[in-house]
């Protein structure tokens, strides 16, 4: 044990987002039950250069006692990782839980929150076998809860606030909606609403976006969605234009609000 220079991480304001976990090179850093954890001290050399700003500021570097930096134990702990992952595709499964040192978890960070720019796809992924169609989505990820407020895609962009259930009713909703727009999903009902305001509000005051549209289905329990965008708007951006679109189950548009500061949807 010796006082340097390491990792802390404040779970109550880890959002699960995975960025750290990605970034680290080491493998120190890794989700577990949806939060980030150290899951040793000897794995994480304290210099945080890989890493770089947590979106919900929930990693600091604090100087204490801890456990030397292990260069050859992070080594060994990546080359088990690498087997683990090439053993977990070639099983076409999830592996086991992996035991490293104290802690018991699967050893892999989740992939799902890695920020992507899809604006330039492969020619080989650029369109469907079924329409020939090329995706419309330029980013990744599109899930609320993954998306941190300051990712690059949502800064000065057309958002798209949509709701989980709508791509299944639009027969064209890549077209309709998604072109030309930064997206992100979520539903009201099934998920925690404070958190979408709270995640709203950071998102609209550090982004800035151009223009917001909400598309949400007719059913009563998507009218939240407009209400969360448009307050967490009114009280961060107060500015920005907002547009709401309720669809049919058949995909029809229904209805379509614009929204003045400070009304709600």
Known sequence: MAVRKIIVIDEEKCDGCGICAEACHEGAIQMIDGKAKLVSESYCDGLGDCIGPCPQDAISIVEREAAAYDEGAVKAYMA?????????????????????????????????????????????????????????????????????????????????????CVPFAVPDFHNSYLAGRSVVVGCPKLDDSQYYYEKLKAMFAEACPRSITVVRMEVPCCGGLGKLVTAARNETAPDVPVEVQTIGIRGEIQRIERLAPGQTG
């Open 80 to 164: 088990a990782h690498h087997e683990d992952h090439e053993d977990h595709k070639g099983h076409g499964g999830h592996a086991g839980h992996a035991d490293h040192g104290d802690h018991d978890h699967q050893a892999c960070s989740c992939p799902s929150a890695a920020l992507k720019d899809l604006a330039a796809p492969a020619p080989a992924a650029a369109s469907t076998a079924s329409s020939g169609q090329p995706s419309q989505l330029g980013h990744w990820p599109v899930q609320l809860m993954l998306v941190p407020p300051n990712a690059p895609f949502v800064k000065d962009s057309d958002l798209l606030m949509c709701a989980d």
